[in-house]
């Protein structure tokens, strides 16, 4: 978790987190909804362009560019963590209820699987 900028104070918050999380496609405009730890966060992105948004868990902006990946959308931070390390998200809804996301930072990789409440 360090890698990913959270700090070690919140590492057990995200753990235990359940993330409500929206996510809708239109053309090539993609919205994200989502709330973490009491605060909600909303961007519209243009997929293919890079934009700029506020991360609530460590308070600053990072740049970020959402692509289409045939069915997977994948997130990229040219310096995720402002010393310079990128970050690769890639999203794939497996099912109906399950999204698999698969993580690199800098030369680490891991993934999670979630599952619809």
């Known amino acids: 978790m360090e890698k990913l900028g959270v700090p070690a104070d919140m590492f ?7 993330i409500p ?33 506020h991360d609530s868990t460590v308070g600053r902006k990072r740049k970020v560019t959402y692509t289409m990946e ?21 999203r794939h809804l497996v099912d109906d209820d399950t999204i698999q996301i698969d993580v690199t930072v800098g030369g680490l990789e891991g993934w999670i699987t979630s599952k619809r409440c």
């Open 12 to 18: 057990e918050n995200v753990k235990k987190a359940t």
């Open 21 to 53: 999380f929206n996510g809708s496609l239109s053309g090539n405009k993609f919205a994200i909804k989502f709330e973490f730890m009491g605060k909600t966060q909303e961007s519209t992105f243009t997929l293919g362009v890079e934009g700029e948004e």
């Open 70 to 90: 045939g069915d997977y959308l994948v997130t990229t931070y040219p310096d995720h963590d402002g010393s310079g390390t990128p970050m690769r998200v890639s």
